[in-house]
């Protein structure tokens, strides 16, 4: 995705409490309050999760790099088709029995600002994958705060809408917050549920779909690993 392309989703985890912390003292430094509220609930929310290993270092690698803030952007938000499913697909995270409602109420207050953008299709993307997607960064080379070192960044599917098989070098971790199913290189497509997580180690191929209700996930990537 990348590291040859602007953002991880136009191309082609898990972390122990207090590794890596992201402080509040970056809004003093220029990060906007609300993204700095979304950051500090994906943090607890990863954090409160079991981690496996893999999860477990690519998300400390993530979140350590944050505790120092960069450039802020302060573009205009702007909405996609897509986007008439984000309230549903937060509501899944509110319900889900896991503690994910923090970060969705911290995404609601931050949805205003993020800039949603599609990605191209290919034949492995469903037929209505063009109006059915949107990806919107928080932090990476077009996101509200733009560094390339770290990225981290929302995926919101349509109901019935498959993403492209994708891949790239940086090794990645997905928090999930609503139902939809996902596939590893050729593997059978498994279902994490809201707040399950799953890590794709570099260069696997990888892919989503939503099925009745909208799939709604937060992906980190570390980039430093390319």
């Known amino acids: 995705r990348g590291l040859g392309a602007q953002h991880p989703r136009g191309g082609a985890g898990r972390f122990a409490a207090g590794a890596g912390t992201v402080t509040s003292d970056n809004t003093a430094h220029g990060r906007l309050p609300a993204l700095q509220r979304c950051l500090d609930a994906l943090r607890q929310a990863i954090a409160a999760r079991a ?7 690519c998300s400390a690698g993530v979140f350590g790099a944050l505790s120092q803030a960069a450039p802020r952007d302060d573009a205009p938000g702007h909405r996609l088709a897509a986007c008439r499913y984000w309230t549903e697909a937060l509501d899944h995270a509110r319900a889900a029995p896991c503690g994910l409602a ?14 949603w953008y599609t990605r191209p299709g290919d034949s492995s993307a469903s037929a209505n994958f063009a109006q ?23 995926s919101l599917l349509a109901p019935l809408v498959r993403y492209p098989d994708h891949k790239h070098p940086p090794q990645e971790c997905y928090l999930l917050l609503s139902p939809g199913q996902f596939r590893q290189a050729d593997a059978p497509w498994f279902e ?35």
Do not use: Y
């Not at 981690?51 to 270092?57: K, Y």
């Not at 969705?104 to 205003?112: G, I």
């Not at 059915?132 to 990476?140: D, E, I, P, R, T």
């Not at 794709?200 to 390319?226: E, K, S, T």
């Open 192 to 226: 994490p549920g809201a707040g399950g997580m799953l890590f794709n180690p570099p260069g696997i191929r990888h892919a989503m779909r939503a099925g009745p209700q909208p799939l709604l996930a937060v992906w980190c990537l570390d980039a430093r690993m390319d």
């Open 132 to 154: 059915g997607h949107a990806n919107a960064m928080l932090v990476g080379p077009s996101g509200l705060e733009q560094r390339g070192d770290v990225w981290i960044g929302i």
């Open 51 to 57: 981690p496996g290993p893999a999860i477990e270092a």
């Open 102 to 115: 923090p970060l969705a109420d911290a995404l609601q207050a931050l949805e205003p600002d993020l800039r």
